[in-house]
């Protein structure tokens, strides 16, 4: 392993310089080598290389599954690779434990943070820096975690319960605990999923401050924007692989659009050319009680056999409300709702709609979307085995759920499954919303009714999600998308709807006019 | 006047076995274990206690034999919930089960049952103990009646001001930020697991040498139980339950003294009073929505440290 390191450091030294100017003179401070690591048969990372210098601040670029997670975790001890090595400013180490990361001044701050709710940020900094005399070295920590704090503008207040305070200000409690803990590397993973532009940005100017002290910093994210603006480095993943490392100046968007998922990337709107009858319609529908939505009053719209109905709205006007009620989590109170070759719906449950041609693709996907505990077999099944489809209820045919599911799994492209009795929750975000697809799907739905199906989805899997969405109405089905990104909106719908106040305020024809689209949305129009 | 001193002088002794039970069982919960073993615990340590009296005589070796009695039953309990990850409310039941038998079977081979003998003697604090009413109530008990309200300062001490309750708490709080931390999940646990079993013994030990002083099948009488009711009561804080203890301590003193003025009341009603302060204990608080009830946020959940996830 040593002399392979020392033949391969010379070619990727030249190839960074070249590409990255100052960074890559600094010293390094951390190198990974041929790291493998795999869980079960799923190789997660495939001989990935990795350098961070003293003084950068570097993005982990890929797409969700790619795993940038996993190398990190490699790195801060959570895992242990099956092969390969890890240099530490030049001398190798074994991190087989969190607490040897720790110790090397490795800190990671989690996706997920790992904060005890009911104690003070004092008392969660003083759980990663724990030693001797309690109340002299509390005082002690207290003084320089003020220090710190003060040095790169994270105002806090420590005797908090971190479990009242907002999602930045628990992030910043992470921070100072690795910070605290001496950390001269510094790993934060999709540090930004939570946060408003502005607090991103303030986050990234603190991290630049970190890495002019001479600190190392690794960001992990799947926006290409963040990345180009925040980053000295780029080290773009794919699929488990270490694609290249760039300079933010060096390359553009699209080139490293394609360089993450591999191919070049453009949807296009596609409309219909096959709008039929109308298929379902709702008159003055009310409801108010229950929920922590805006309450709707009087919607009215109509969405056609073969047409894609989007809403537009900022969240909480009523969408999730109308998904609801669509749903059948929901029944309305006033109002009708017209399925054609059905009559008026009333308040039927959700099995009932599903047997009326439904198919629900909810926002919430970890919580009405799967049982993330139930395997991927079970819950592709869950709805096919109450119609009957795999025997009677007393006796289901496990051979024909399985072999069903493993073609459903193939035809909807899931990826990291490594066996079908592996847990949903198991899956990443992109692929879990590729499972709910197959299931919804596989009875050839007449209604699809989806709430942000991509929230929180990469690039490729949200074209995987659209297309879906397209088939199922090209197949003359009708579609209603609710979304709160405007760009799916207007990529997607033939007819445009927009949602303000709990009504739907304006509707417009495709191709519409998206500032005419952004002012319904706020102005009440 | 007589009637009321009397009783109240006798209520610590009813209340130990509750404090110091109660306190092993926060101890141990604290640190994220459900612990329903109580009442095996109890079990194991009033019978390792009782064995003790009758071979050697010593009150002294006797306690602590009652202690490592809890301790060495824990060790299975920790095992099969801590390494082998199995459910804490089944391995917790089996645990009394398995005493229950354990406990009668030793009994019954060495011939302690129903066995009285010497147990423990009151202490005299000379003038203290002299005072009018309040002597005989707070200066005229037995040495462990001192201890738990020692042992139990000594646990508020060490969770709220050291580094170890630091990171007990953490363990049960929220096991994946302490192991993050490289604080060691298991290692706590085990730590909280056994001393609180330790304590739960040492209760039982008084329960046989220093309240009934002779060995019958099953004399932890439900304690056990009583003591988990009042854990949740006391919403895992050391003081209040402390103070719940004392409160089952009066109902408990009360029960042979209610017979003993020729109030006519049914015997089983007066046996029952316990089970009902607990039943009325266990409503009270759930009816109180508007404070949070305590419960560590991991409290009966198997640590694993996630692998894709």
């Given at each position: 392993?040593?002399?392979?390191?020392?033949?391969?450091a010379?070619?990727?030294?030249?190839?960074?310089?070249?590409?990255?100017?100052?960074?890559?003179?600094?010293?390094?401070?951390?190198?990974?080598?041929?790291?493998?690591?795999?869980?079960?048969?799923?190789?997660?990372?495939?001989?990935?290389?990795?350098?961070?210098?003293?003084?950068?601040?570097?993005?982990?670029?890929?797409?969700?599954?790619?795993?940038?997670?996993?190398l990190m975790?490699?790195?801060?001890g959570?895992?242990?690779?099956?092969?390969?090595?890890v240099?530490?400013?030049?001398?190798?180490?074994?991190?087989?434990?969190?607490?040897?990361?720790?110790?090397?001044?490795?800190?990671?701050?989690?996706?997920?943070?790992?904060?005890?709710?009911?104690f003070?940020?004092?008392?969660?900094?003083?759980?990663?820096?724990?030693?001797?005399?309690?109340?002299?070295s509390?005082?002690?920590?207290?003084?320089?975690?003020t220090?710190?704090?003060?040095?790169?503008?994270?105002?806090?207040?420590l005797?908090?319960?971190?479990?009242?305070?907002?999602?930045?200000?628990?992030?910043?409690?992470?921070?100072?605990?690795?910070?605290?803990?001496?950390?001269?590397i510094?790993?934060?993973?999709?540090?930004?999923?939570?946060?408003?532009d502005?607090?991103?940005?303030?986050l990234?100017?603190?991290?630049?401050?970190?890495?002019?002290?001479?600190n190392?910093?690794?960001?992990?994210?799947?926006?290409?924007?963040?990345?180009?603006?925040?980053?000295d480095?780029?080290?773009?993943?794919?699929?488990?692989?270490?694609?290249?490392?760039?300079?933010?100046?060096?390359?553009?968007?699209?080139?490293?659009?394609?360089?993450?998922?591999?191919e070049?990337?453009?949807?296009?709107?596609?409309p219909?050319?096959?709008?039929g009858?109308?298929?379902?319609?709702?008159?003055?529908?009310?409801?108010?009680?229950?929920?922590?939505?805006?309450?709707?009053s009087?919607?009215?719209?109509?969405?056609?056999?073969?047409?894609?109905?989007?809403?537009?709205?900022?969240?909480g006007?009523?969408?999730?409300?109308?998904?609801?009620?669509l749903?059948?989590?929901?029944?309305h109170?006033?109002?009708?709702?017209?399925?054609?070759?059905?009559?008026?719906?009333?308040?039927?449950?959700?099995?009932?709609?599903?047997?009326?041609?439904?198919?629900?693709?909810?926002?919430?996907?970890?919580?009405y979307?799967?049982?993330n505990?139930?395997?991927?077999?079970?819950?592709?099944?869950?709805?096919?085995?109450?119609?009957?489809?795999?025997?009677?209820?007393?006796?289901?045919?496990?051979?024909?759920?399985?072999?069903?599911?493993?073609?459903?799994?193939?035809?909807?492209?899931?990826?990291?499954v490594?066996?079908?009795?592996?847990?949903?929750?198991?899956?990443?975000?992109g692929?879990?919303?590729?499972?709910?697809?197959?299931?919804?799907?596989?009875?050839?739905?007449?209604?699809?009714?989806?709430?942000?199906?991509?929230?929180?989805?990469?690039?490729?899997a949200a074209?995987?999600v659209?297309?879906?969405?397209?088939?199922?109405?090209?197949?003359?089905?009708?579609?209603?998308?609710?979304?709160?990104?405007?760009?799916?909106?207007?990529?997607?719908?033939?007819r445009?709807?927009?949602?303000?106040?709990?009504?739907?305020?304006?509707?417009?024809d495709?191709?519409?006019?998206?500032?005419?689209?952004?002012?319904?949305m706020?102005?009440?129009? | 006047?007589?009637?009321?001193?009397?009783?109240?002088?006798?209520?610590?002794?009813?209340?130990?076995?509750?404090?110091?039970?109660?306190?092993?069982?926060?101890?141990?919960?604290?640190?994220?274990?459900?612990?329903?073993?109580?009442?095996?615990?109890?079990?194991?340590?009033?019978?390792?206690?009782?064995?003790?009296?009758?071979?050697?005589?010593?009150?002294?070796?006797?306690?602590?034999?009652?202690?490592?009695?809890g301790?060495?039953?824990?060790?299975?309990?920790?095992?099969?919930?801590?390494n082998?990850?199995?459910?804490?409310?089944?391995?917790?039941?089996?645990?009394?089960?398995?005493?229950?038998?354990?406990?009668?079977?030793?009994?019954a081979?060495?011939?302690?049952?129903?066995?009285?003998?010497?147990?423990?003697?009151?202490?005299?604090?000379?003038?203290?103990?002299d005072?009018?009413?309040?002597?005989?109530?707070?200066f005229?008990?037995?040495?462990?009646?001192?201890?738990?309200?020692?042992?139990?300062?000594?646990?508020?001490?060490?969770?709220?001001?050291?580094?170890?309750?630091?990171?007990?708490?953490?363990?049960?709080?929220?096991?994946a930020?302490?192991d993050?931390?490289g604080?060691?999940?298991?290692?706590?646990?085990?730590?909280?697991?056994?001393?609180?079993?330790?304590?739960?013994?040492?209760?039982?030990?008084?329960?046989?040498?220093?309240?009934?002083?002779?060995?019958?099948?099953?004399?932890?009488?439900?304690?056990?139980?009583?003591?988990?009711?009042?854990?949740?009561?006391a919403?895992?804080?050391?003081?209040?339950?402390?103070?719940?203890?004392?409160?089952?301590?009066?109902?408990?003193?009360?029960?042979?003294?209610?017979?003993?003025?020729?109030?006519?009341?049914?015997?089983?009603?007066?046996?029952?009073l316990?089970y009902?302060?607990?039943?009325?204990?266990?409503?009270?608080?759930?009816?109180?929505?508007?404070?949070?009830?305590?419960?560590?946020?991991?409290?009966g959940?198997?640590?694993?440290?996630?692998?894709?996830?």
């Amino acid at each position: 392993m040593t002399s392979l390191s020392t033949t391969a450091a010379p070619i990727s030294e030249q190839a960074s310089c070249a590409a990255t100017g100052l960074a890559a003179l600094a010293p390094r401070a951390l190198q990974l080598t041929n790291i493998v690591k795999s869980f079960g048969d799923y190789v997660a990372l495939d001989d990935v290389s990795f350098d961070l210098r003293r003084g950068e601040v570097h993005a982990l670029l890929g797409e969700n599954g790619a795993g940038k997670s996993t190398l990190m975790n490699v790195v801060a001890g959570l895992y242990t690779s099956d092969s390969g090595t890890v240099a530490l400013n030049g001398s190798p180490v074994i991190i087989d434990n969190p607490s040897v990361a720790h110790r090397l001044g490795i800190g990671m701050v989690h996706q997920h943070y790992r904060l005890v709710d009911t104690f003070t940020a004092l008392e969660n900094i003083q759980l990663e820096n724990g030693h001797g005399n309690y109340r002299r070295s509390m005082a002690k920590l207290r003084d320089r975690t003020t220090e710190i704090a003060e040095r790169i503008g994270f105002g806090i207040d420590l005797d908090r319960p971190v479990g009242e305070m907002s999602i930045s200000e628990q992030q910043r409690v992470e921070i100072l605990k690795i910070l605290t803990a001496d950390a001269r590397i510094i790993i934060l993973d999709e540090p930004t999923a939570v946060l408003t532009d502005a607090e991103a940005d303030r986050l990234f100017t603190a991290m630049a401050g970190l890495a002019a002290e001479g600190n190392s910093v690794v960001f992990v994210t799947h926006k290409l924007r963040e990345a180009l603006t925040y980053a000295d480095r780029i080290t773009v993943m794919r699929a488990g692989k270490m694609v290249r490392t760039v300079a933010p100046n060096d390359i553009d968007t699209t080139q490293l659009t394609s360089m993450i998922v591999g191919e070049t990337i453009v949807e296009r709107r596609y409309p219909s050319s096959n709008i039929g009858d109308p298929k379902i319609v709702l008159k003055g529908v009310s409801q108010a009680g229950g929920g922590d939505d805006a309450p709707i009053s009087d919607v009215n719209f109509t969405v056609r056999e073969g047409e894609i109905y989007g809403i537009a709205g900022v969240g909480g006007n009523g969408q999730s409300r109308l998904a609801a009620l669509l749903t059948g989590l929901m029944r309305h109170d006033q109002g009708r709702i017209l399925l054609a070759g059905h009559g008026a719906l009333d308040g039927e449950t959700p099995l009932a709609l599903r047997e009326l041609g439904f198919a629900c693709i909810h926002s919430d996907r970890a919580h009405y979307g799967l049982a993330n505990d139930l395997t991927i077999m079970e819950n592709f099944s869950v709805s096919a085995v109450l119609a009957g489809d795999f025997g009677s209820p007393f006796k289901i045919d496990k051979r024909r759920m399985r072999a069903s599911t493993q073609e459903a799994v193939k035809a909807f492209d899931v990826r990291g499954v490594r066996a079908l009795h592996q847990k949903a929750g198991l899956l990443s975000g992109g692929n879990a919303q590729k499972l709910v697809l197959a299931r919804e799907f596989s009875r050839a739905p007449s209604i699809v009714i989806a709430h942000s199906p991509c929230r929180g989805l990469d690039v490729r899997a949200a074209a995987a999600v659209h297309e879906h969405l397209h088939d199922a109405r090209d197949r003359g089905g009708t579609v209603i998308l609710i979304s709160e990104d405007l760009d799916e909106i207007l990529l997607m719908s033939d007819r445009i709807g927009v949602m303000s106040r709990g009504a739907i305020v304006a509707e417009f024809d495709a191709p519409a006019d998206r500032n005419a689209i952004g002012k319904a949305m706020t102005g009440h129009a | 006047m007589e009637f009321l001193i009397n009783w109240l002088s006798n209520v610590p002794q009813s209340a130990v076995p509750f404090a110091l039970a109660a306190l092993g069982l926060i101890v141990c919960e604290r640190s994220g274990v459900l612990n329903l073993g109580a009442e095996g615990y109890l079990l194991v340590g009033a019978n390792a206690g009782a064995g003790a009296m009758l071979t050697t005589g010593s009150p002294m070796f006797a306690f602590v034999l009652a202690a490592l009695a809890g301790g060495a039953l824990s060790l299975l309990f920790a095992l099969l919930v801590i390494n082998l990850r199995m459910n804490q409310v089944i391995s917790g039941l089996t645990i009394v089960f398995f005493a229950q038998g354990l406990t009668s079977l030793i009994a019954a081979r060495n011939g302690w049952t129903s066995r009285s003998f010497s147990g423990l003697d009151q202490l005299d604090f000379g003038l203290l103990t002299d005072i009018p009413v309040l002597g005989p109530i707070l200066f005229n008990q037995d040495a462990i009646v001192y201890l738990t309200v020692a042992l139990f300062a000594g646990a508020v001490f060490v969770f709220k001001r050291t580094e170890i309750g630091l990171q007990i708490r953490a363990v049960g709080e929220n096991p994946a930020a302490a192991d993050s931390t490289g604080v060691s999940v298991s290692l706590y646990r085990y730590l909280a697991v056994v001393s609180g079993a330790m304590l739960i013994g040492l209760a039982g030990g008084y329960l046989s040498v220093g309240v009934s002083k002779i060995w019958v099948d099953d004399m932890a009488g439900g304690r056990g139980w009583i003591a988990i009711a009042l854990m949740i009561f006391a919403r895992w804080q050391f003081w209040p339950a402390l103070a719940g203890a004392v409160l089952f301590g009066c109902i408990e003193a009360l029960i042979p003294r209610v017979a003993a003025v020729g109030l006519q009341v049914p015997q089983y009603f007066v046996l029952m009073l316990p089970y009902v302060a607990t039943l009325c204990a266990m409503v009270w608080v759930s009816l109180d929505r508007t404070r949070h009830s305590g419960v560590p946020a991991a409290l009966g959940e198997p640590y694993v440290r996630e692998e894709r996830r």
